[in-house]
């Protein structure tokens, strides 16, 4: 047993083991970005306190309040109950400029926006009357709202603008939602109408924190968006018809009709899915940012074991190809530099960006370990070469990090090429032979082509 133990397979065992208590501090450096990454998050809320967060934005909604008769119990008389029955817009049009900065909290930055929207909504006459003649609940007299969800009030600046009918209006605070999203409203009399057309004009400046999404809230909802950004990230149920984006930022047209969404023009306060199924058809467009450190960092992490067991491979191939003797301990010093190069990664991109951050990162370790080998394996030609194979699997690995598409094509060609040549190399050695110790004489390992 005790000679086993001193075999090459043995050897190659034990560096397994020591690959595998690797996986202590890799793991601790992901729960640290995890951590850093929940504090980014806590600094742009920080942001959006004061700012205005993701915004949501609709049409005009006109809501009328009913009195609807409800059961109470068997052979029991129903009962009157107040309720309201919503009816959206034949045609919506938005137009919004957005103006974009950056905003930091601490050494975290966020894209914040004010969007200056003009926004036209109008009922039709004959959508009113077949409203109130389809409404199976008696109308509270002509009293009605007009109502706009916004989903940060917030982010509401100024609203320059609101005409009904020609005739000037003003907004009003509410305690009523549509959906999940708060409400601004404007009273009508709709007996004073006596079934015209309502036409609606607003302008607005709404400010908010990385996104701006829209509702589809008419029969046909007309879309024009333009901003300051040149790295939008199109999100929702709804994709913009045509687009262009260059350095100077982006536009972008969508239209979208009833027929493309899940809800009516017409729907009572009693509908439970309504909220659901408006959430479901936001669309709009994100401030995206293109350099995620975090997002970064956790998928150089993802490949840290690979990396550090390749390095301890080349350890092991200097040591038996060459009849050296490494001790477990240096070992895991240099899987704690490999497993430091995450740690220094993460802290220098937080200040300098992922790219410098990577280059500076890999250098200091490729540096530190090649010094190291050269005194553990007492060749400098050895170090020489040991740093230069750990700069060329990192530079292997940012190449991985930036091939989002074609990350694991590239990792499993680099892994099939990496054990055929541990196979070349490994091609003539003894497993059965032992380990050359510091007190016998180095033992030939190798067979005699």
Do not use: C
């Amino acid at each position: 047993m005790g000679k086993w133990t001193q075999t090459v397979t043995a050897k190659v065992l034990g560096v397994g083991v020591l690959a595998l208590l690797m996986t202590i501090p890799l793991l601790q450096v992901r729960g640290l970005v995890s951590e850093r990454q929940q504090l980014r998050e806590g600094a742009i809320a920080q942001i959006a306190q004061g700012w205005g967060g993701k915004q949501v934005l609709g049409g005009p909604v006109l809501v009328v309040p009913t009195l609807q008769q409800v059961a109470v119990a068997e052979n029991q008389p129903s009962q009157w109950r107040a309720g309201s029955e919503s009816m959206l817009a034949d045609a919506l049009k938005l137009d919004v400029a957005m103006a974009v900065e950056t905003r930091s909290y601490g050494i975290y930055a966020a894209p914040v926006f004010v969007a200056t929207v003009k926004l036209g909504g109008q009922f039709r006459a004959q959508d009113l009357a077949q409203f109130r003649r389809a409404s199976n609940a008696p109308w509270q007299g002509g009293k009605a709202e007009l109502r706009l969800p916004i989903g940060d009030l917030r982010g509401l600046q100024e609203v320059s603008d609101l005409r009904i009918n020609g005739q000037p209006a003003r907004f009003e605070s509410s305690a009523e939602r549509l959906g999940p999203w708060p409400n601004v409203v404007v009273p009508v009399d709709l007996d004073t109408l006596s079934d015209r057309p309502i036409d609606v004009q607003i302008t607005l400046k709404l400010a908010g924190t990385e996104a701006l999404q829209l509702l589809p809230l008419a029969r046909s909802t007309d879309v024009t968006m333009h901003a300051s950004w040149s790295d939008p990230s199109f999100i929702g149920a709804a994709l913009p018809l045509e687009h262009k984006i260059d350095a100077a930022g982006f536009s972008a047209h969508w239209h979208l009709l009833d027929l493309n969404r899940s809800y009516g023009q017409h729907w009572t306060d009693v509908d439970s899915d309504m909220s659901a199924a408006l959430q479901a058809s936001t669309f709009g467009v994100q401030l995206y940012q293109p350099v995620d450190v975090y997002q970064r960092n956790v998928r150089a992490g993802k490949y840290g074991l690979l990396f550090i067991a390749m390095t301890f491979v080349a350890f092991f191939l200097f040591e038996v190809l060459k009849r050296l003797r490494v001790h477990p301990v240096q070992y895991l010093l240099v899987g704690a530099a490999l497993a430091t190069f995450y740690v220094v990664l993460l802290a220098l991109s937080e200040q300098i960006g992922f790219g410098p951050a990577y280059a500076l990162a890999a250098a200091a370790v490729a540096v530190l370990v090649g010094g190291y080998a050269m005194a553990v394996l007492r060749a400098r030609r050895a170090g020489l070469l040991l740093g230069g194979v750990l700069g060329l699997i990192y530079a292997m690995l940012y190449g991985l990090i930036a091939a989002e598409q074609y990350a694991l094509l590239i990792g499993a060609l680099v892994l099939l090429a990496m054990v055929g040549l541990m196979m070349y190399l490994t091609r003539r050695i003894d497993w059965y032979a032992y380990v050359p110790t510091s007190t016998e004489p180095p033992a030939a390992i190798m067979e005699q082509p």
